[in-house]
């Protein structure tokens, strides 16, 4: 079977369906170096505008899976949630009413111009995107204000402010039916890894809590609800009360680096198999597999010497997301992904902090104004 993956990342997606023996081509923005390896053929492209004549050169496929901001391109048989259903999950303005009616835990949520009557302190984020990038606590008044400011501050959405675990459910759905494949911790705002408190640092898998059959009943009962199709995933926040729901992402997630190790899934095949209806069993875990993500502390060209250490930790299982030479990395956007599997969470996670560090160190050394190389992928 010939797929087409479109998307800025399409790494995780493009080497999950190469594992399971899919000739996969890929349209990527970023053209990392496992990108261009899993991928049977694969080719940069710098506007949406471009997509479909680039598609055209990889001839006829079977399907398309198209990645987030290009869920309404026009393709033949697209492998993804409607774009209503995307729209319908997405939009965070929209998301809590519907989890009210459904009597799913959620954070109270009002518009900017609402957001003091939820007093403080609040969390404000965008109303759809942003992987916890663009989230900000606002604890007062007068940070409300300054906040108001900003010519795009109704784009965004005020919330209550929860503490607790942040966690997610990694689900396999066909629309009428919904297996939930594992659950996950979330790694947020990691001082070592990234200098923005609330982005997407990684995940560890299998997570275990006492609140685990709450977890799995929410996720199952958003899925059936809206009707998702494919991989998704459902964010919480586990509180010492229980669980609340922050968010669903009906799309492949980045959890997938460590669902798949730990569970011994292919979480590509999954999905495709589900829009025939076929779902998989659940399984034990056979492993506790930690992913890392590692920003940039500053603006960085990556040289010969970064990429050719990353590659060979790649070869080894510890790396992925692996830049080219010579790409430009501005200051906190994730330079590379650090992965491990252990016997317990304390190891794996031990394993990408100390591989984390490892990069870090290497990336202090680079200059900002080494030249640009070309690369191309093919």
Same mark, same amino acid.
């Given at each position: ?35 261009? =390896? ?177 977890? =799995? ?28 729901? =922050? ?132």
């Amino acid at each position: 079977m010939k797929v087409l993956v479109i998307a800025n990342s399409a790494r995780i997606i493009v080497c999950s369906a190469k594992k399971a023996g899919y000739t996969v081509f890929a349209l990527d923005f970023f053209g990392d170096v496992d990108t261009c =390896i899993c991928s049977d053929k694969a080719r940069i492209f710098k506007s949406s505008h471009e997509l479909h004549e680039l598609a055209g050169t990889f001839g006829e496929v079977d399907a398309a899976i198209l990645g987030p901001g290009y869920e309404n391109l026009k393709f033949k048989n697209i492998l993804n949630n409607t774009p209503k259903v995307m729209e319908e999950v997405s939009d965070k303005s929209k998301l809590p009413k519907k989890l009210l009616s459904m009597d799913i835990p959620h954070p109270e949520t009002e518009s900017i111009d609402k957001a003091h009557e939820l007093g403080f302190p609040l969390m404000i984020k965008p109303k759809s995107g942003s992987g916890g990038i663009q989230n900000k606590v606002v604890r007062n008044e007068e940070e409300l204000s300054l906040f108001k400011e900003r010519t795009d501050a109704r784009e965004f959405i005020a919330q209550e402010y929860i503490e607790g675990i942040p966690c997610s459910a990694s689900i396999i759905s066909s629309g009428e039916d919904a297996v939930v494949v594992a659950l996950n911790e979330q790694l947020i705002g990691i001082p070592s890894l990234t200098g923005l408190p609330f982005a997407y640092c990684g995940n560890i898998t299998p997570f275990h809590s006492k609140f685990n059959n709450q977890m =799995i009943q929410y996720a199952k009962q958003i899925a059936l609800e809206f009707g998702l199709m494919g991989s998704n995933g459902v964010d919480f926040i586990q509180t010492e009360k229980g669980i609340v729901v =922050i968010e669903v992402n009906p799309r492949f997630q980045g959890s997938m680096d460590t669902v798949e190790p730990a569970f011994g899934i292919n979480i590509f095949d999954a999905h495709v198999k589900s829009f025939d209806g076929e779902l998989p069993g659940v399984k034990d875990p056979i492993c506790v597999a930690a992913k890392s993500i590692v920003y940039a502390d500053k603006k960085i060209v990556i040289s010969q010497k970064v990429s050719d250490t990353l590659k060979r930790c790649m070869k080894t299982g510890r790396a992925a997301d692996i830049p080219q030479p010579g790409t430009v990395i501005p200051q906190d956007e994730p330079v590379s992904t650090m992965l491990a599997t252990a016997g317990t969470r304390s190891a794996a996670l031990e394993k990408v902090i100390k591989s984390s560090h490892d990069l870090k160190n290497v990336l202090k050394k680079e200059k900002i104004n080494n030249p640009v190389r070309k690369f191309k992928v093919i």
